[in-house]
């Protein structure tokens, strides 16, 4: 498990009511009030740095409706649905910390309301196909050791190149057989790592939706 890093809109939050005040927690080892903390309970590291976005972007105002613990899981949890990963049933994460499951529905889409949507199925669906063709081509090109592509990887891959990313087809095709040097066609490993690179990025993007990829990059870029 990575190194846990306390982000401030967590480890800040001491003087948060719905922290300090423990009236209401018949069993203080199953309160949680940090992103961290669910995260490591939960082993869902995976999910970490989105959902401490998702908290940082609007945990509070989650906060003041449905009380911090609820904010947290709701932010995990939204975290969990724009992911690539299965989503958190509210019902789960209510149990583990003997929540309350509405409030913890009610969180993730008081956060979900602050931020744009995702990209359609549709879109996001394409874009896995295309970054599936690319990876399966730079597995191709590493293990031929050789810059141009193989004419039998060109027919290997050619049904699913063809129905994924028609344009890619050609240039693998025309790489293949006209060209000893895939470079110019931008199929050498570098360029087809530098093309899987790219189709990640837009995929993240296309999952997250414009203000939660930003806010994420944001703080990627923070700790640097």
């Known amino acids: 498990m990575g190194q846990r890093q306390f982000e401030p809109d967590d480890a800040d939050a001491t003087t948060d009511s719905a ?45 003041l409706e449905y009380g911090r613990p609820a904010a947290v899981l709701g932010a995990i949890r939204l975290a969990s649905r724009r992911s690539r990963h299965a989503t958190l049933e509210c019902e789960r994460l209510a149990a583990v910390y003997d929540a309350d499951s509405d409030a913890v529905s009610g969180a993730d889409a008081a956060i979900a309301s602050t931020l744009t949507p995702p990209a359609d199925a549709s879109t996001i669906r394409t874009l896995r196909r295309r970054l599936i063709v690319v990876e399966e081509l730079l597995a191709a090109a590493r293990a ?30 025309a790489a293949a057989t006209h ?8 199929l050498d490993e570098d360029g087809l790592q530098a093309h899987a690179d790219r189709l990640r990025g837009d995929l993240e993007f296309a999952r997250l939706g414009t203000t939660l990829a930003t806010v994420v990059a944001r703080r ?5």
Do not use: Y
């Open 19 to 63: 922290e300090t005040d423990t009236t209401d927690a018949a069993d203080p080892s199953n309160s949680v009030s940090t992103v961290g903390e669910a995260i490591d309970r939960l082993d869902a590291d995976a999910l970490g740095p989105v959902a401490h976005a998702a908290f940082a972007h609007a945990g509070e105002l989650a906060t």
């Open 144 to 173: 031929a050791g050789s810059s141009s592509p193989a004419r039998h990887h060109t027919q290997r891959f050619r049904p699913a190149v063809a129905d994924a990313a028609p344009w890619l087809l050609g240039r693998v095709e």
């Open 179 to 186: 060209c000893e040097d895939a470079t110019p066609f931008g």
């Open 220 to 224: 990627r870029m923070q700790c640097k």
